[in-house]
């Protein structure tokens, strides 16, 4: 059993940057990031291997940056130009295989929320 937990959530504005960050309590493969809008459902938003391969979702490329810290066990989400339709409840994922759906993540963290408003 795995366990994530997140931190770096808060309240930005528009156009701002937030930094998530996931700490695990084992080495695991694949690690990401997911987000939940409210009333919508968890999307994946990106993802990344113990190797360094790395996924994201169409909404967030070129303004987000995922990276990953083996010795620490610790994925680390990069926001930029962050926009109001970003804000969501941001979950931390891995699993022993590569994440490219929800379904594929066998673990899960408990989420932090990401405000963008004014």
């Known amino acids: 059993q795995v366990q994530l937990v997140e931190s770096g959530g808060g309240l930005v504005q528009p156009g701002g940057s937030l930094r998530l960050s996931c700490a695990a309590s084992?080495?695991?493969?694949?690690m990401g990031w997911f987000r939940q809008p409210p009333g919508k459902q968890r999307e994946l938003v990106a993802t990344?291997?113990?190797?360094?391969?790395?996924n994201y979702g169409d909404s967030v490329k070129g303004r987000f940056a995922i990276s990953r810290d083996n010795a620490k066990n610790t994925v680390y989400l990069q926001m930029n130009s962050l926009k109001p339709e970003d804000t969501a409840v941001y979950y931390c994922?891995?699993?022993?295989?590569?994440?490219?759906?929800?379904?594929?993540?066998?673990?899960w963290g408990r989420g932090t929320q990401v405000t963008v408003s004014l």
């Open positions: 084992g080495s695991i493969y694949s």
């Open positions: 990344i291997t113990s190797g360094g391969r790395s």
């Open positions: 994922g891995a699993s022993r295989y590569w994440i490219n759906a929800r379904v594929t993540v066998e673990y």
